[in-house]
Nanobody, 122 residues
Framework: QVQLVESGGGLVQAGGSLRLSCAAS????????MAWFRQAPGKEREFVTN????????DYADSVKGRFTVSRENAKNLVYLQMNSLKPEDTAVYYC???????????????WGRGTLVTVSS
């Protein structure tokens, strides 16, 4: 069982930056591929990015490529999402997710956090 807790959300102006963190419980963090998803008001949850177990490989949604960066620190059981050049359309609840095995871009993750709200004002 893995528990995930996101933090770092908040209100930011368009063009600004935020860094989200996801803290994972347990001693096997490095065996999990990690991902970030988001859900905007009235919309379905969508994939944002993922990162492999060792941190060497990532995928990004086209909408965030070049603006968002995912990273992880396995020694600290942490995964990060650095978000730059934020746009109002990035407003959403951001969720951290964990999956045993290789990373995927679908929602087939085993564990989910409760989310952190990011609001980007125009």
């Amino acid at each position: 069982q893995v528990q995930l807790v996101e933090s770092g959300g908040g209100l930011v102006q368009a063009g600004g930056s935020l860094r989200l963190s996801c803290a994972a419980s347990g001693r096997t963090f490095s065996t999990y591929a990690m991902a970030w998803f988001r859900q905007a008001p009235g919309k379905e949850r969508e994939f944002v990015t993922n990162i492999s177990r060792g941190g060497s490989n990532t995928d990004y949604a086209d909408s965030v490529k070049g603006r968002f960066t995912v990273s992880r620190e396995n020694a600290k059981n942490l995964v990060y999402l650095q978000m730059n050049s934020l746009k109002p359309e990035d407003t959403a609840v951001y969720y951290c997710a964990a999956r045993r095995g290789p990373r995927v871009v679908t929602s087939e993750y085993d564990y989910w956090g409760r989310g952190t709200l990011v609001t980007v004002s125009s």
